[in-house]
Structures are given as structure tokens and as C-alpha cells.
Nanobody, 123 residues
Framework: QLQLVESGGGFVQPGGSLRLSCAAS????????IGWFRQAPGKEREGVSSISTRVGSTVYVDSVKGRFTISRDNAKNTVYLQMNSLVPEDTAVYYC????????????????WGQGTQVTVSS
């Protein structure tokens, strides 16, 4: 059974950092494109970052460029999202998603989703 589990969320003050993890079970993450998405209360789920399989090409939404970094550790079957210089607008539930054939920041491209992890940025 293919499963994604996010972890690493929490409460942090503005300017702080968090590293989210997306661990896969039941499949080899290296063979899948991975995306990170977030959803704030009352808002649509938006794409934050993605990383492609093989080449490892990365994409970021403009609002996180220069602050967030996506990476994968194939040996651990895990993808990370390092988030620095966090601002209150980053507060949301963060989800990772996987798809064998499609990458990018469109949530409709992904077939497999984790349950999400809450990130709260507040003073």
C-alpha cells in the first residue's frame, strides 16, 4: 500500500525555521515526482515546491523562493522541505504528494497524498 507521511510541523516565531519530512512506504520515492502543497484556513490548496525524479529539477512558488528548499534523500525514501525566514503568511497545513508521471505545482497532477502537518508562524 502506497503511503506518504509528513512530519516536522509545529509552532515557530517569525524568522524561524522548520524542516518538513515526507516519508514514503510501499513504493520507491525516487521513481516519483514529489510536490509540497499547503492550505490555509479558507483558502485553496496551493503548490509550494516540487522536485522531479531522476534529474531532480525543482520548482518554487514565488512567495517562498530564496526561503524554502526542497530536497530528496533516496536512501531514506524521504523528501524534505527546509523552510527558513518563516512569516505568518506561511501558516498552513502542509501536504506532500507524489505522482509517477507528472510534476509541478498543480495539485491536480498528483495522485497520492499524505495527511498533512500543521505549520504555525506567530509571535
Amino acid at each position: 500500500q502506497l503511503q506518504l507521511v509528513e512530519s516536522g510541523g509545529g509552532f515557530v516565531q517569525p524568522g524561524g525555521s522548520l524542516r518538513l519530512s515526507c516519508a514514503a512506504s510501499g513504493f520507491t520515492l525516487a521513481n516519483y515526482h514529489i510536490g509540497w502543497f499547503r492550505q490555509a484556513p479558507g483558502k485553496e490548496r496551493e503548490g509550494v515546491s516540487s522536485i522531479s525524479t531522476r534529474v531532480g529539477s525543482t520548482v518554487y512558488v514565488d512567495s517562498v523562493k530564496g526561503r524554502f528548499t526542497i530536497s530528496r534523500d533516496n536512501a531514506k525514501n524521504t523528501v524534505y522541505l527546509q523552510m527558513n525566514s518563516l512569516v505568518p503568511e506561511d501558516t498552513a497545513v502542509y501536504y506532500c504528494a507524489a505522482d509517477r508521471w507528472r510534476a509541478g505545482l498543480n495539485r491536480l497532477s498528483y495522485n497520492y497524498w499524505g495527511q498533512g502537518t500543521q505549520v504555525t508562524v506567530s509571535s
